[in-house]
């Protein structure tokens, strides 16, 4: 998984012990494939936008602080899964939740551990190859992830 984003961040008042909302307007790739056992089964490859809300909550200090997010994603790319060999068009929409906590270590230097949870929500033509065998016949699907991150990173 690879992304990045712009964010516009807003703070209550201009205390470091403030809350503070952002907004953010990012693009994320999340990619997987199966081994070559299962050759029949699609790889996976969203490329989506993703507008995210989220919101950083100090705990009592500016050392420590609880972070929650909510994005939308608007799936432009679906990878393999629709193809002519597998099922054909498809559309698909996301939603991801995460929670932080983000540790001032030193000065600028912060470690943050969250976890994130993502579900895309996926619709078909039936139009592939797949989409004529019985066995295959999907005309929706939902894929759901869990995920979960140490990061070191310089605030500036």
Excluded at 17 to 24: K, L, M
Excluded at 83 to 98: P, S
Excluded at 120 to 138: K, R
Aim: proline residues 2%; hydrophobic residues 40%.
């Amino acid at each position: 998984r690879i992304g990045g984003y712009l964010c516009y961040r807003w703070n209550f008042k201009k205390s470091t012990t403030s809350p503070e909302i952002r907004f953010d307007l990012g693009v994320d790739l999340l990619q997987f494939s199966f081994g070559q056992d299962l050759g029949l089964v699609a790889g996976v490859s969203y490329l989506s936008f993703k507008p995210a809300l989220r919101a950083r909550f100090p705990l009592g200090t500016d050392r420590v602080a609880l972070g929650v997010g909510l994005a939308g994603m608007a799936v432009v790319s679906l990878g393999q899964m629709t193809d002519a060999y597998h099922y054909g068009n498809g559309n698909a929409g996301g939603v991801e939740l995460a929670l932080e906590v983000d540790i001032r270590v030193y000065w600028r230097l912060h470690l943050k551990v969250g976890a994130t949870t993502t579900w895309m929500f996926l619709s078909f033509s039936q139009l592939g190859q797949q989409g004529l065998d019985y066995e295959y016949v999907a005309d929706a699907a939902r894929d759901g992830y869990y995920g979960g991150y140490v990061l070191a990173a310089i605030h500036y």
